[in-house]
């Protein structure tokens, strides 16, 4: 089904961008792997993220880091040692199949070093578009959008349209928009934290919102989308 786009021209994507960085500049949660553009650990991370929380990955995040230092370590590591590295994340057994297939594939097809192409990240064991697409973008510093269900959710009150496939053309072009040329990644992050913090699923805090002057679904929890 094509879902018809609300009229939203490049300059007020341009503030809606500028407000959320400037948002989360001032408000944005701080994780280590926001704090690097390390491929390895960029790609650890979002690996970690997929059906978890960012504060329950960031109990166990710096830990594995230390045990499994680099890709070569992972790849030679038992399955039981990375599974219980991840348990508190729950689904550890697949968790760790996945990143110790992941790290033996890079290893083989790589020489060790994490791939820069979207193709090659997505035969990885584990890596979808999503977690690929982060890792061109947060570690490689490639303009790429990203859409999650945390992007999916935002787009979709401050626009006032329900999305609910995120592959559709409909949301690439409008996410593509709002990225601008840069697709920045305090971008994302703010998008992430925001929908964390105020734009919440139940009850959004619209009088705390950086872009409420510009969604659609402002006000109440009944009338958001
Ligand atoms: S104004 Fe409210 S509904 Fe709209 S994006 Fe902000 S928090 Fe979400």
């Known amino acids: 089904m094509t879902l018809r786009l609300p009229d939203i021209s490049t300059r007020e994507l341009a503030a809606i961008r500028a407000r959320v960085r400037r948002w989360f500049g001032k408000n944005g949660r701080s994780f280590p792997w926001r704090e690097t553009r390390d491929p390895y650990r960029v790609l650890m991370a ?3 993220l997929r059906r978890t929380t960012a504060t329950a990955v960031s109990r166990v995040y710096l830990g594995f880091i230390e045990q499994f230092p680099s ?4 790849a030679g590591a038992p399955v039981s040692s990375i599974s219980a590295a991840v348990e508190s994340l729950g689904l550890q057994e697949v968790r760790a199949k996945q990143l110790k297939a992941a790290a033996v594939q890079i290893s ?6 994490i791939p820069h192409d979207a193709g090659e990240l997505e035969s990885l064991p584990g890596v979808g578009e999503y977690v690929s697409s982060a890792v061109l973008n947060f570690a490689f510093g490639q303009p790429v959008p990203l859409i999650d269900g945390n992007v999916l959710h935002f787009i979709s009150r401050l626009f006032g349209v329900k999305f609910s496939d995120r592959s559709s053309a409909e949301v690439r072009e409008l996410v593509s928009r709002l990225g ?8 994302y992050w703010g998008i992430i934290d925001l929908v964390s913090s105020i734009c919440l699923r139940k009850k959004p805090r619209c009088s705390r919102c ?4 510009f969604c659609r679904s402002r006000g109440s929890d009944s009338r958001a989308v």
């Open 46 to 48: 979002e690996m970690l």
């Open 108 to 113: 083989m097809q790589h020489s060790g070093s």
């Open 180 to 187: 601008g040329r840069r697709h920045e990644p305090e971008l």
């Open 71 to 74: 890709i070569s370590v992972l």
């Open 210 to 213: 950086p872009v409420e002057s």
